[in-house]
């Protein structure tokens, strides 16, 4: 099945600071969401994103989907930020729909210190 | 509603025990899945719903788990003869079900469930 990784396993960074997350995948896939899943267990979603480049206030997301690959910025980052951020792709059937199912990585910790 | 809820939060339950979870999904989608999440790991899907009808159930680690969504709107996941390795979140979410390739994903809260 299709491989999902994400870089780094984990991160530290000090307020303020800039990060940039990988997310790798095997195959060709129709959805990419990323989320950020926060101390209590809830997910929420970032951005949905099979190919381009989008940005919500200090968050963007790029997916170069024939490369496949998918980053995701944070800059100027707060402690709000602390969680764990997934990437998680929809694989496509051979004639272009969805399978339905998304499959994720392992995510990427973030801790942000004040 | 505005968004998917899932009940209980939390569930202790013996080995052995039956128990069900519930999922609520966004008024509107006829898609739903059931994701499970171990400590330390991403979500891992077990059954996705399109209306009443189980579209994959391809994730279901054995015949212990079973779904349900009897109307195309609540869905119940049933375990029976529950092992401590199924300790887990359970979660749950939905989306428009349009087939589309932009159809996102939304999730709830999730269930905790510890068996003892």
């Known amino acids: 099945g299709i491989q999902v990784e994400q870089s780094p396993p984990d991160l530290i960074l000090q307020e303020g600071a800039n990060s940039t997350l990988r997310c790798n995948f095997s195959?060709?896939?129709?959805?990419l969401q990323w989320f950020h899943q926060n101390p209590w267990g809830q997910l929420i979603n970032l951005f949905y994103?099979?190919?381009g480049t989008k940005q919500n206030g200090r968050l963007s997301a790029t997916t170069v989907a024939t490369e496949r690959y998918s980053l995701l910025y944070i800059s100027s980052s707060q402690t709000t930020d602390s969680g764990v951020y997934f990437c998680?792709?929809?694989?496509?059937?051979?004639?272009?729909?969805?399978?339905?199912?998304?499959?994720f990585g392992k995510g990427t910790k973030l801790s942000v210190k004040p | 509603g505005a968004g998917v809820s899932q009940t209980p939060s939390n569930k202790v339950t013996e080995k052995g025990k039956y128990v069900e979870l519930r999922c609520d999904p966004i008024?509107?989608?006829?898609?739903l899945y059931w994701y499970r999440q171990s400590l330390g790991q991403g979500p891992e899907f077990l059954i996705y719903?399109?209306?009443?009808?189980?579209?994959?159930d391809s994730g279901l680690p054995n015949d212990r788990f079973f779904a349900v969504r009897p109307e195309g709107s609540v869905s119940t996941l049933k375990i029976q003869r529950t092992e401590r390795g199924d300790s887990a979140v359970y979660l749950c979410?939905?989306?428009?079900?349009?087939?589309?390739?932009?159809?996102?994903?939304?999730f709830g809260p999730g269930t905790r469930l510890t068996v003892l």
């Open positions: 979410a939905s989306s428009l079900g349009s087939h589309s390739p932009a159809d996102t994903q939304y």
């Open positions: 195959d060709s896939v129709n959805n």
């Open positions: 994103i099979p190919s």
């Open positions: 998680a792709v929809e694989r496509s059937w051979d004639y272009g729909g969805s399978q339905g199912n998304l499959i």
């Open positions: 008024s509107g989608h006829t898609a």
């Open positions: 719903f399109q209306g009443t009808g189980a579209a994959d």
